[in-house]
């Protein structure tokens, strides 16, 4: 099975940029669609952003289009996800996600994926 774990998380100012990485280990990630999802204070988890396993089709939440991108570096087993413009109201753990072996679809839905990592904190500051 594939192991994950994120990083890139850390402190940045409003409208300011962080880029987050997923490393995979156990397995290529190249044989799963790999999603972000995050968690903020108080809240339910949510999901963020999701890319198929080939990066042929992505997704991303209305919340953050525009601002948030998905992308994939198979020969790196790395999934990145680039935060632009960013506001206090993306503070949050964030996590990334793999679905199952050789499912090559996203899902937004985060009971879809089996592998998780530990997460990396993003605070924002206004």
């Known amino acids: 099975q594939v192991q994950l774990v994120e990083s890139g998380g850390g402190l940045v100012q409003a409208g300011g940029s962080l880029r987050l990485a997923c490393a995979a280990s156990?397995?290529?990630?190249?044989?799963?669609?790999v999603g972000w999802f995050r968690r903020a204070p108080g809240k339910e988890r949510e999901f963020v952003a999701a890319?198929?396993?080939?990066?042929?089709?992505?997704s991303t939440a209305d919340s953050v289009k525009g601002r948030f991108t998905i992308s994939r570096d198979n020969a790196k087993n790395l999934v990145y996800l680039q935060m632009n413009s960013l506001k206090p109201e993306d503070t949050a753990v964030y996590y990334c996600?793999?679905?199952?072996?050789?499912?090559?679809?996203?899902?937004?839905?985060?009971?879809?994926?089996?592998?998780w990592g530990q997460g990396t904190q993003v605070t924002v500051s206004s």
């Open positions: 996600a793999a679905r199952g072996y050789g499912e090559r679809s996203y899902s937004r839905n985060e009971h879809e994926y089996y592998y």
């Open positions: 156990g397995r290529t990630i190249n044989m799963y669609a």
């Open positions: 890319i198929s396993w080939s990066a042929s089709s992505t």
